[in-house]
């Protein structure tokens, strides 16, 4: 609520089990620098207040980046951009009627048999 994020902003979000990467990677053994991951995954967005994650569209665009965070064996990070933040959506930390709204933007990463996400607050255009 303090922080929120800004359209056209590039966040990275971290996750664990994205799986291999390419090239291939010894496991338990840091990378060095980056290695996306062998598999693609896309990228949703879901501007509701308090949303859950879902999986992303099956013609969702992948993230700017999906693999090894270098120097953290067995973290992977997501990076991406914020896209445009819609006209009319409620800002984090008020009411939307009786619903106080903690989060109004979710981001979903989804694979070929799971997705995951995470809710954060993006600034409301005034």
Do not use: K, W
């Not at 992303?56 to 973290?75: D, I, R």
């Not at 990463?109 to 954060?120: H, K, L, R």
Request: aromatic content about 8%; some cysteine.
């Amino acid at each position: 609520n303090t922080n929120p994020a800004s359209g056209g902003e590039v966040l990275s979000a971290y996750a664990v089990g994205l799986g291999a990467t390419n090239p291939a990677m010894t496991t338990g053994q840091a990378a060095t620098q980056a290695r996306p991951t062998a598999e693609t995954f896309r990228i949703g967005f879901n501007f509701e207040p308090n949303a859950p994650p879902s999986a992303p569209p099956s013609l969702a665009p992948p993230p700017l980046y999906t693999g090894l965070t270098p120097h953290f064996p067995g973290l992977y990070q997501i990076n991406f951009v914020v896209p445009d933040i819609p006209a009319g959506l409620p800002p984090c930390g008020s009411y939307q009627g009786t619903n106080f709204i903690n989060t109004n933007l979710t981001v979903s990463v989804g694979g070929q048999s799971s997705f995951d996400g995470v809710e954060i607050c993006v600034a409301v255009p005034q």
